[in-house]
């Protein structure tokens, strides 16, 4: 007998498009797990600062994603034995993890991983090549997009009530980099699947957008 697999929901987007909230919501609603992907690439960012790898240096960056040493213990995040739960939220790490995600080594050594968060009852994965790449085949494909100026002030106001402080106009101008880079690359880039649903969330709350997935999946259980 084939074992049936759990359910997943994708939400894919750039940085600032508030996917990580929504996934947190969605994930919540449904008591089902979640995977926010873009920690493993800041934590392969942050693993090549602390081992002195150069992020131009596929080889051993592939190394690195094939042996990192990861462990989640509920919301914390801990490399090494080390909680760096917060160190890996920094703008500086996130530019280092784009660059890094741009090897195709590095993101098929990444992909078991991702896949093993495929549990029952269910699972919601953020990222920017969820439902393209390594979940094609789920129930529901969401892709958020918003404004650059928004992302730019949501992110700025997030990094501020952790007390780290930036510069908006400088942050404006590396999510730009950082989008091109991620929509640029030749493998797994941001794009919508063709068959995700997308969505501006510009001019909507976190809970009509959480209502707009809902609707999604709702939809797609039915067909
Ligand atoms: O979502 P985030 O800001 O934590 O992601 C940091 C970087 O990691 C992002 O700029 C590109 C890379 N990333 C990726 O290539 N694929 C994913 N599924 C998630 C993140």
């Not at 929901?9 to 996917?19: N, Q």
């Not at 690439?41 to 080889?59: C, M, P, Q, S, T």
């Not at 690359?185 to 997935?213: F, G, Y």
Request: glycine share 6%; charged share 30%.
């Amino acid at each position: 007998m084939t074992k049936r697999k759990a359910p997943v929901i994708t939400i894919d987007g750039a940085s600032g498009t508030g996917k990580g909230t929504i996934t947190h919501c969605i994930a919540k609603k449904l008591g089902w797990n979640f995977l926010d992907s873009g920690v493993l690439y800041r934590v392969l960012a942050f693993a090549a600062e602390k081992h002195g790898i150069l992020l131009e240096d596929e080889a051993a960056l592939t190394t690195l994603a094939e042996q990192l040493d990861i462990l989640f213990s509920s919301e914390a995040i801990l490399f090494e034995g080390q909680e760096i739960t917060d160190l890996i939220r920094t703008e500086k790490i996130g530019n280092s993890a784009s660059k890094a995600s741009v090897f195709p080594g590095v993101r098929t050594a990444l992909l078991s991983r991702q896949r093993a968060f495929q549990k029952m009852p269910g699972l919601v994965a953020d990222g920017r090549d969820m439902g393209t790449v390594v979940f094609p085949d789920a129930e529901v494909k969401i892709f958020l997009t918003a404004s650059p100026e928004e992302r730019a002030r949501r992110r700025y106001n997030q990094l501020n009530m952790k007390g780290i402080h930036v510069n908006l106009a400088a942050l404006t101008e590396e999510l730009r980099e950082r989008d091109r880079r991620d929509q640029e690359r030749a493998v797994a880039p941001l794009k919508p699947a063709l068959d995700a649903v997308l969505i501006n969330t510009d001019p909507l709350t976190i809970e009509e957008v959480v209502e707009r997935v809902m609707r999604a999946l709702e939809k797609a259980k039915k067909q």
